[in-house]
Structure formats: structure tokens, C-alpha cells
């Protein structure tokens, strides 16, 4: 892979194919080179642990992620979250190719933040794509509908004399020969994908093959700046993208590494 930092960086793992940083995700974009990722996936804070439950294997638990879900002990403001979102996507915009595209997935939680801060640091909306899962956790309280999607917006730079990479064929013919349409329908993260560790949301494979066989080509460098267990990653070295991963979180990091040296012997 070449150079994508303008210092050396410590790696947590690397091959000729993957880096994985172990790092604040603000800290670590601002040494990387600008325009020098050609797609980026992102998964950041929901900002949901606020202390409530949910439904969990059949279980009552908690909702709370981890110190990495909340920005203060206080609990979140609207203005704290906008703030952080507008703060690592104009980071992101940074190291992004003229030509590039970021996805960014969410919920009713942080999602209309995350559209916004991306219109106000630049960007375009491609698409908004609405994940339907068909085993969603039962709604405890009873007093709403079962929260059942997630919104993955997709979005490139404003560059109107540049074209950015979408592979329509790939896509149709994934969809049985019909134009594929913005709500994806499918399950949760199967227990098979989480055998090296579990991530409280983790990403199922299936969605990050269709993001990454969409919107890049082969040998292309995909980012993610939460890469978490590291699914984009593992999806990224199957199809033959390079990658990069941040993490603030070394644990998470084992449970990446772990699954990303199985792609990489299973190629």
C-alpha cells in the first residue's frame, strides 16, 4: 500500500493490503495525506447509551455501548453531537479524493446531524438508504413502533465536473437483472461473523459487500475511521481494496485483526 500519512504512525497490524491504527480517530486523520482515500465507510457513535435497555438473545440489557458511545458524563447535547459530527467529517472531506464517496450509517439517534454536518462541510447526498432488518430486538416499553432500520447516507464531494465510481451493473445483476432500489432488506449480524469477539454494533458482511463492490474498484484504498471489529476491512481484502482502520479501542482491535488475518488466508 502506498504511504497515506505525511509522519510515521505506529501500526497496530499491517500487511501490504491493511493498517490498522490504534488511535483517536481526530488525532490520526489530521497526519493522513489529503485526497488520498478513494472511499470511506463510516460507523460512528449512535450516541445511545443513556442508561435504558433493550432486547438481547432473548435477554433484558442494557442499551449503554461503552465511554466511546457518550461525550460526557452529563449526557450528550444536540449542540455536542452536531459539533462532533461537523468536527470528523470535515476530517474526512480532508483525506477524501476529489472523485471519492463516504457513506455513513445511523439512526433516528444521530442520523439527521450526520446529513446536515455533511452538507455543511461540503458534500453532496447521493443516496439514502434504508437497511430493513427482518429480526429487529422487540420493543420493550410498548409505547412506539419496533425500531427496525438504520439509514446509511450515501454522499460524495462537491466537485460537479468530476463523476463519482458507481458500478450499475454490478448492482443490477446482484439484484436478479432488476435496478437495485435504496432499501436494503436483510438480518442482523449472524452469530458465524462474530466468532473472534462481539462489537455491540456490529455490521452485518452482506451490507458492506454491497457498499464496497458499488462505489470501488479493485486496489482502490477504503477507509474506516471506527472500523470496530472491522468488517469493512474484512469485506475491502476479499474483493481486493486496500484498507485502513481506526479505532480508539484496543479491544476492538484484537476482534479486527483476528478476522482480517482470516481474509487475508482465506484469499
Known sequence: MEPVFRVKIPLYFATDELQLVLGDSFKILKEMKPESI???FADPPYFLSNN???????????????????????????EEKHKFNRKWIKL?????????TIWISGTLHNIYSIGMALEQEGFK???????QKTNPP?????????????????????????RHFFDYQKMKEMNNGKQMKDVWTGTLTKPSEKKEGRHPTQKPEYLLERIILASTEEGQVVLDPFCGSGTTG????????????IDVC????????KRLEKAVNDK
Not at 138 to 162: Q, Y
Not at 250 to 257: A, N, T, V
Request: charge should be positive.
Open 52 to 78: 435504558g435497555v433493550t432486547c438481547q438473545g432473548g435477554k433484558m440489557v442494557s442499551v449503554n455501548k461503552g465511554s466511546w458511545d457518550t461525550l460526557s458524563e452529563r449526557g450528550t447535547s444536540v
Open 92 to 100: 474526512c472531506n480532508r483525506v477524501l479524493k476529489p472523485s471519492g
Open 234 to 245: 474484512v469485506e475491502a481484502v476479499r474483493f481486493g481494496r486496500k484498507f485502513i482502520g
Open 138 to 162: 422487540p420493543n420493550l416499553a410498548c409505547r412506539c413502533f419496533t425500531h427496525s432500520t438504520e439509514t446509511i447516507l450515501w454522499a460524495k464531494k462537491n466537485e460537479k465536473k468530476l
Open 250 to 257: 484496543e479491544e476492538y482491535l484484537k476482534i479486527s485483526r
Open 38 to 40: 478513494d472511499m470511506i
Open 125 to 131: 447526498i447521493i443516496n439514502n438508504i434504508t437497511w
